[in-house]
Nanobody, 123 residues
Framework: QLQLVESGGGSVQAGGSLRLSCALSGDTYSRICIGWFRQAPGNAREGVAAIYRADGTTSYADSVQGRFAISQDAAKNTVYLQIHSLKPEDTAMYYC????????????????WGRGTQVAVSS
């Protein structure tokens, strides 16, 4: 069974950068999408980026285009989310999730989730 564990969150000042990691273990079958989602207190969970593991195709939400970059190290079974120019509104719990599909957008119906890593951006 596929398991996902997020790491790399923390507290950072606005304008800074973070790289979040999603470590995959168990069934690491490559023909899946890995998405990054975030949820701020009181808000719904929203997808921000995803990658198709088999070929590295990426998708992004319009709201983060240009600041977020998703990538993977297939040998390490790890998916990354690099965030630049962090804003206070980026403060949220960030989750990675998986679904069995070759097209990763829209960011819905992801069924296997990690526990999340907290990102806090101060102004």
């Amino acid at each position: 069974q596929l398991q996902l564990v997020e790491s790399g969150g923390g507290s950072v000042q606005a304008g800074g950068s973070l790289r979040l990691s999603c470590a995959l273990s168990g069934d690491t079958y490559s023909r899946i999408c890995i998405g990054w989602f975030r949820q701020a207190p009181g808000n719904a969970r929203e997808g921000v980026a995803a990658i198709y593991r088999a070929d590295g195709t990426t998708s992004y939400a319009d709201s983060v285009q240009g600041r977020f970059a998703i990538s993977q190290d297939a040998a390490k079974n790890t998916v990354y989310l690099q965030i630049h120019s962090l804003k206070p509104e980026d403060t949220a719990m960030y989750y990675c999730a998986a679904r069995i599909t070759s097209y990763c957008y829209p960011f819905r119906n992801y069924g296997t989730w990690g526990r999340g890593t907290q990102v806090a951006v101060s102004s």
